[in-house]
């Protein structure tokens, strides 16, 4: 009797008695929104991203932030990075900040719940001390990188600072530098650890893994966008060769994909599993940052906050969920993972921080219901001029501009008409898995999904103000004119005031960014050509002065 009480009492405790979902989280690496064939992209063939895309739930309006850093510290925070100082630019690797050590992070909180946490890729929230780096913030293994991009071949992270480059070797098998991958592919790298960490799963035990992929972010400025050659050459149809470069590296991270897939059914495990995949931030589009996504047919690029850096591609797959094979219109924003897993492991979430910004969205995806969530904060920066997005239901105000206007445009052009091969999708190795659990992919539903997902622009009104934001503020109608064609803030005075009241309410609320100035300690010529945990050390400055 004494023993059934134990196990009752250890049950309550870590909520065990129960068998919870593995959670598997793909993210990727400025992704556009027209990147994908689900959203109608036909030069680039997506088609595990696709099948599981077709048979789970499509994120219509799946919102992120304008850049790396803040979109990954929202992730594992709960909260606008406005809330914690993340909003202002990306960490780069000679910097002593991270993401502060007083927040309790997405795997920590899962940990409390009896889960075992791995995180494969890119961790970019801090690395000057060792505290701040991912198996001291809730993860037990972690194969990847920490500071914001790398070389695919050879692993080198290449910064300016102090008017110079730096160049450092960046993987890390856990806490010690991975040099015998030098030469192998980043993204086959990080899909063979994911493979092997699902394969060593102890089955009886919740699995949450965070794949992080480097893929589809350009890497060091002699050559940004890498892939096999072999990869590239499938794609000799696309005649912009950057382009072509692009659709080699994301056809690589669509292959992982089908082996994450294929790899948890498996091991028994895809039937029990809630696989999310989204990108960080828009794509990087006509050559921004040398790269060549596109966010086709919205406007702008990462790192402003039109809809084309903020409105990610993104997909929820799961047997758990209620009528797959849709598309959910309802706004989410990255913080409501947070909530949403943790209440998906059976916690009390009336018990978390007050202050998490995010919400449980469960409810609302599994049911097509309308969402909670009303209001997103796109950004709010400050430093060095004033740079802000809200949107509020259909209302979107855009205050400041990050680049002068530079990126404010309409990029790339549709490849809507160009075949799309079903059958490839149906045979992929994700279309094969969700098979073998009942999922069908039928023409029909997939023609009828892609069209779905279709973004219909609407007209021009010739009548109306261009939008400056440099200038003044403008107001859009998100839900009418998702390409953000017609600026309303003449035409409606009354919302746009409405509007300015709730940026200013947002912006009350605002903490300073954490970013300070780069600290000439981290030199990586000064630790082996290792970007390192420098802040743990005697300042190698001050000892050769």
């Not at 001390?129 to 692993?155: A, C, M, N, V």
């Not at 059976?346 to 969402?371: A, E, F, Q, Y």
Request: net charge positive; with cysteine; hydrophobic share 35%.
């Amino acid at each position: 009797m004494l023993l059934f009480l134990l196990i009752i009492l250890s049950c309550f405790k870590i909520t065990m008695c129960k068998k919870l979902p593995h959670i598997i989280f793909i993210l990727a690496d400025d992704l556009g929104w027209y990147d994908v064939g689900y959203h109608g992209s036909g030069d680039i063939k997506t088609h595990n991203i696709d099948a599981l895309a077709y048979t789970g739930v499509i994120l219509d309006r799946n919102y992120v932030t304008p850049l790396c850093t803040p979109s990954r510290s929202a992730l594992m925070t709960g909260k606008f990075p406005i809330h914690t100082g993340m909003q202002h630019k990306v960490l780069m690797a000679a910097e002593p900040w991270g993401l502060s050590l007083s927040e309790k992070l997405l795997p920590e909180y899962l940990r409390d719940f009896g889960y075992r946490n791995h995180i494969v890729g890119k961790w970019h929230l801090g690395h000057y001390k060792i505290k701040y780096t991912p198996l001291f913030r809730g993860f037990e293994s972690h194969l990847g990188f920490w500071t914001g991009h790398q070389d695919y071949y050879d692993h080198v992270a290449v910064e300016k600072s102090f008017s110079k480059q730096l160049w450092g070797h960046d993987m890390r098998r856990n806490l010690e530098p991975a040099w015998d991958l030098y030469g192998k592919y980043s993204t086959d790298v990080f899909t063979d650890e994911s493979v092997k960490i699902i394969n060593n799963h102890n089955k009886s035990e919740p699995l949450f893994l965070y794949l992080a992929h480097t893929a589809v972010h350009s890497g060091n400025p002699f050559k940004p966008l890498n892939a096999p050659d072999d990869s590239i050459i499938k794609f000799n149809n696309i005649t912009n060769y950057q382009r072509q470069k692009f659709a080699g590296m994301l056809s690589k991270l669509d292959d992982s994909v089908g082996k994450i897939i294929d790899t948890l059914k498996k091991n028994s495990m895809l039937n029990n599993s809630i696989i999310v995949f989204t990108t960080d931030n828009g794509g990087a589009a006509s050559g921004f940052d040398s790269n060549a996504a596109s966010n086709f047919p919205l406007r702008g690029t990462k790192g402003n906050v039109w809809e084309g850096s903020v409105r990610g591609a993104g997909l929820i797959w799961s047997p758990l969920l209620k009528r797959p094979g849709r598309t959910y219109r309802g706004k989410i924003h990255i913080t409501d993972w947070l909530p949403t897993f943790v209440g998906l492991a059976g916690g009390d979430k009336t018990k978390l921080p007050k202050n998490i910004d995010g919400l449980d969205v469960w409810d609302s995806l599994n049911n097509d219901k309308p969402p909670a969530r009303r209001t997103i904060v796109h950004t709010i920066d400050g430093n060095p001029q004033y740079f802000a997005s809200v949107t509020r239901d259909n209302m979107k105000i855009i205050k400041g501009s990050n680049y002068q206007g530079k990126w404010d445009g309409w990029y790339e052009s549709s490849t809507w008409n160009w075949p799309y091969n079903v059958d490839a999708v149906v045979q992929s190795q994700a279309g094969r898995a969700v098979a073998s659990l009942g999922f069908s992919i039928t023409p029909q539903a997939v023609f009828k999904l892609r069209k779905e997902s279709q973004i219909n622009c609407g007209k021009k009104d010739s009548t109306l103000r261009e939008c400056y934001p440099q200038r003044s503020p403008c107001l859009f109608d998100i839900d009418l004119d998702p390409c953000e064609l017609n600026n309303l803030a003449v035409k409606r005075p009354d919302l746009l005031e409405s509007m300015l009241r709730e940026l200013h309410r947002w912006n009350s609320t605002v903490v300073p960014p954490r970013n300070v100035k780069p600290n000439p300690n981290a030199n990586p010529s000064f630790w082996n050509h290792l970007w390192t945990n420098f802040g743990d050390y005697p300042s190698p400055v001050t000892a050769s002065s």
